[in-house]
Antibody, heavy 119, light 112 residues
Framework: EVQLVESGGGLVQPGGSLRLSCAAS????????MNWVRQAPGKGLEWVSY????????YYADSVKGRFTISRDNAKNSLYLQMNSLRAEDTAVYYC????????????WGQGTLVTVSS | QSALTQPRSVSGSPGQSVTISCTGT?????????VSWYQQHPGKAPKLMIY???KRPSGVPDRFSGSKSGNTASLTISGLQAEDEADYYC????????????FGGGTKLTVL
């Protein structure tokens, strides 16, 4: 069974940093692309970042470019999101989502971790 | 404001059919056959229901179907059931110059 478990969320002040983790199990993690997607409270979904299976190709949404860094450790079956210079508008539930094979979509999502940026 | 436009809400009675539209542009919905639909129940993670416009992942009932015409994609749910009540989001690849994915604002489906 595919499982994705996010952790690392919490309350942080504007301008602060946070590192999210996503532990993957139930599939060959190193063979799959991965994404981070967020959802502000009561709002819709927003794609944040993409990383290829090897980690060699990375993309970001314009809203986080230059502030967030996606990475992965295939030996540890883990995905990460380093978030710096956090703003109030970054407040959201952050989901890690597996890239579906042979297409551009995500097929499995974790339960999410809440990040609150507030003073 | 979301990149893709969905109706805020739709409703239907059990057994009926409903269709949710998702309107984009030639740079996203109209330009690629990479439209997906997600179902999200309150407090839960999104679940993939349709991908590549009209394909269903294993385990998704065939009551759910997808289509596309021009810049508008549609999700149709036939034989409505109480458990179909949820938020539905469309999603499209939009990577003209770089990788980009855009979502609709979501549609609340109420089963009357």
């Amino acid at each position: 069974e595919v499982q994705l478990v996010e952790s690392g969320g919490g309350l942080v002040q504007p301008g602060g940093s946070l590192r999210l983790s996503c532990a993957a199990s139930g599939f060959t993690f190193s063979s799959y692309e991965m994404n981070w997607v967020r959802q502000a409270p009561g709002k819709g979904l927003e794609w944040v970042s993409y990383i290829s299976s090897s980690g060699s190709t990375i993309y970001y949404a314009d809203s986080v470019k230059g502030r967030f860094t996606i990475s992965r450790d295939n030996a540890k079956n883990s995905l990460y999101l380093q978030m710096n210079s956090l703003r109030a508008e970054d407040t959201a539930v952050y989901y890690c989502a597996r890239g579906a094979p042979d297409t551009v979509t995500t097929d499995y999502w974790g339960q999410g971790t809440l990040v609150t940026v507030s003073s | 404001q979301s990149a893709l436009t969905q109706p805020r809400s739709v409703s239907g009675s059990p057994g009926q059919s409903v269709t949710i539209s998702c309107t984009g542009t030639s740079s996203d919905v109209g330009g690629y056959n990479y439209v997906s639909w997600y179902q999200q129940h309150p407090g839960k993670a999104p679940k993939l229901m349709i991908y590549d416009v009209s394909k269903r992942p294993s385990g998704v009932p065939d009551r759910f179907s997808g289509s596309k015409s021009g810049n508008t994609a549609s999700l149709t749910i036939s034989g409505l059931q109480a458990e179909d009540e949820a938020d539905y989001y469309c999603c499209s690849y939009a990577g003209s110059y770089t990788f980009d994915v855009v979502f609709g604002g979501g549609t609340k489906l109420t089963v009357l």
